[in-house]
């Protein structure tokens, strides 16, 4: 145990994985506040009570210091974009996104899992935040899956269990791992990732728990990455991210440092541009979910909580 600093106490409490919510309000004027905040805590049923907790850092902290309501809106898989306005844009965030008012002015998020509106109840100074506890006066909820988030980045439960389920098409599946060891990346002789074949009864997780095993590496296998298809091949990629605590001495792959990708020479292949994209991302350690194909995707990037 040691004690704690501020920015490994952060890392650490980002080990416990959460949904993502954005809290809004409406300011005395009429105007529209929110932030997404992943404090949010089921308190009681009977009362029905919740808390959040706002910190002092927020633009918005006077309002919902005063306000005497609030919404949750809990964000669905998919509304990483949704997160991110209200994480960092300095715009209108309420411009950039769909929404409804609750009988209390407040925002509700259009395509959320579930939202509730709450009458303030009590309010706990709590150092650099503050806990907001709410009544909950009127909820929805879906059966949509909620996005995650996890160590800085957003995680797919979705995405977690195709990673997870064998192949189950006649594409080939391929499963790669991001392999980290001190500043490094893992990768084979001929500069790529450590990749398996995905058979019809293995997920890429155990699939890459099993090759790298088998390679003497004991490596503590992350969230998944990256999902894309490929269609001149016609093969489904799964990219997994790990970390390797100890190298053994014939580690059959090689270290190859991570700001090297963005430092050196660019190339077009997929695999380097998720390289490099995992080297910004690191930098700041806030990483970001890539969907989508080789040609087109989608990054479902994040700024950290
Ligand atoms: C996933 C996630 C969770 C967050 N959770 C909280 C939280 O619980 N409380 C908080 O004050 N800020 C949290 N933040 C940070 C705020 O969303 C961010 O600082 C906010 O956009 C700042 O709003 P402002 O630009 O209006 O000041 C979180 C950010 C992310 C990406």
Redesign the pocket.
């Known amino acids: 145990m040691t004690s704690p600093d501020p920015k490994s106490l952060r890392s650490a409490f980002g080990r416990y994985m959460?949904g993502?919510?954005v809290?809004t309000a409406q300011a005395p004027g009429g105007s529209l506040?929110?932030?997404?905040?992943?404090?949010?805590t089921s308190v009681s049923l009977d009362p029905p009570l919740l808390l959040?907790?706002?910190?002092?850092?927020?633009?918005?902290?006077d309002v919902f210091s005063e306000a005497d309501h609030f919404a949750v809106n809990i964000l669905a898989d998919g509304q990483e974009s949704v997160?991110?306005t209200?994480?960092?844009?300095?715009g209108d965030?309420f411009g950039k996104t769909k929404w409804d008012a609750d009988h209390n002015g407040c925002a509700l998020i259009s395509g959320r899992v579930a939202g509730f509106s709450c009458k303030v109840t009590q309010r706990v100074d709590a150092g650099d935040?503050m806990v907001l506890f709410g009544h909950v006066t009127d909820f929805d909820s879906s059966d949509r899956p909620g996005l995650g988030?996890y160590q800085g980045g957003?995680f797919s439960l979705g995405k977690e269990r195709q990673a997870n389920a064998p192949a189950h098409d006649s594409r080939l599946s391929l499963g790669s791992v991001i392999l980290v060891h001190d500043g490094n990346v893992l990768l084979t002789k001929d500069n790529q990732l450590p990749t398996v074949q995905l058979d019809d009864h293995t997920g890429a997780r155990n699939a890459l728990s099993f090759y790298l095993h088998s390679i003497g590496l004991d490596a503590h296998m992350g969230p998944v990455y990256s999902v894309y298809d490929s269609p001149n091949s016609g093969t489904h990629h799964v990219v997994l991210r790990a970390q390797v605590a100890n190298l053994p001495p014939d580690c059959p792959l090689k270290s190859v440092p991570i700001r090297s990708f963005e430092e050196g020479p660019a190339r077009t292949d997929i695999q380097f541009l998720i390289l490099r994209r995992f080297a910004q991302e690191h930098r700041t350690q806030s990483f970001g979910l890539y969907l989508g194909d080789m040609e087109k995707g989608e990054i479902h990037k994040?700024?950290?909580?």
């Open positions: 959460t993502v919510t809290v506040v929110g932030f997404t905040a992943n404090s949010f959040v907790c706002p910190g002092r850092h927020l633009s918005s902290f997160s991110n209200f994480a960092a844009d300095r965030r935040h988030y957003y994040n700024d950290k909580g």
